[in-house]
């Protein structure tokens, strides 16, 4: 199983991003997709999920600005980013989980400017 993100970059404070991660490989019709972010120097934490039955669930942190989305068909998960703020700063990882195994993506920059 691979994972690839896209969709990092700079941005203003209030502004918006999308990130893409499409997951390829063997995967399993039952799965969850996650975002986790981690600031260098700090443990990485989690952002967003969401299950194969399109079940959401947030940091609280993120509640209200951000949007987590998956087509199943295309075994992509999407986090639509609102309002953000310089303490959104972060690398941004993706990660399947399928039958107790986690698989991770190389991280995205995410850079909010005050």
């Known amino acids: 199983v691979q994972l690839q993100a896209s969709g990092g970059g700079l941005v203003q404070t209030g502004g918006s991003l999308r990130l893409s991660c499409a997951a390829s490989?063997?995967?399993?019709?039952?799965?969850?997709m996650a975002w986790h972010r981690q600031i260098p120097g700090k443990q990485r934490e989690w952002v967003a999920l969401?299950?194969?039955?399109?079940?959401?669930s947030y940091t609280d942190s993120v509640k209200g600005r951000f949007t987590i989305s998956r087509d199943s068909a295309k075994n992509t998960v999407y986090l639509q980013m609102n309002s953000l703020k310089p303490e959104d700063t972060a690398v941004y990882y993706c990660?399947?989980?399928?039958?107790?195994?986690?698989?991770w993506g190389k991280g995205t920059q995410v850079t909010v400017s005050s």
């Open positions: 990660k399947l989980r399928q039958i107790g195994i986690d698989y």
């Open positions: 490989g063997s995967i399993d019709s039952i799965n969850v």
């Open positions: 969401i299950f194969n039955t399109g079940g959401t």
